[in-house]
C-alpha cells in the first residue's frame, strides 16, 4: 500500500481505476460501424429509376415512360427559349 494513502482512500482509487478499465475494454471490444457505399445503379436510356422506397428501383414500365417523356419534352421547351450573351471583352487599362 502506498505509505500516504489510508486503506479506504486506496480502495476509492482502486475501484474507480478498475471500472475506467472495464468501461475502456468494453469500448475497444465493440466492433467497427464500416462506412459502406451504396450500390451502384447502371443507368439505362428509357428506364426510370425511383429511390422513393430508399433504394433504387429501375422503373420499366408504360406509366413511367410516358411521364419521363413529358418531362424531357417540357425540359426542352424551357430550354429552346433561354439564350445567353456572349460575355463582352475586357479592356485592357491603360498602362500608367
Do not use: H
Not at 41 to 62: H, Y
Amino acid at each position: 500500500m502506498i505509505p500516504l494513502m489510508g486503506a479506504r482512500r486506496f480502495s476509492d482509487v482502486a475501484v474507480a481505476t478498475l471500472a475506467a478499465l472495464a468501461a475502456l475494454w468494453v469500448y475497444a471490444s465493440q466492433p467497427r460501424a464500416c462506412v459502406r457505399s451504396p450500390a451502384p445503379v447502371p443507368i439505362q436510356d428509357g428506364r426510370a429509376i425511383d429511390f422513393s422506397g430508399g433504394s433504387p428501383v429501375i422503373r420499366d414500365d408504360p406509366a413511367s415512360a410516358a411521364r419521363m417523356n413529358a418531362a424531357l419534352r417540357q425540359i426542352d421547351e424551357a430550354n429552346s427559349k433561354v439564350t445567353f450573351r456572349p460575355e463582352p471583352t475586357p479592356t485592357p487599362s491603360p498602362a500608367k
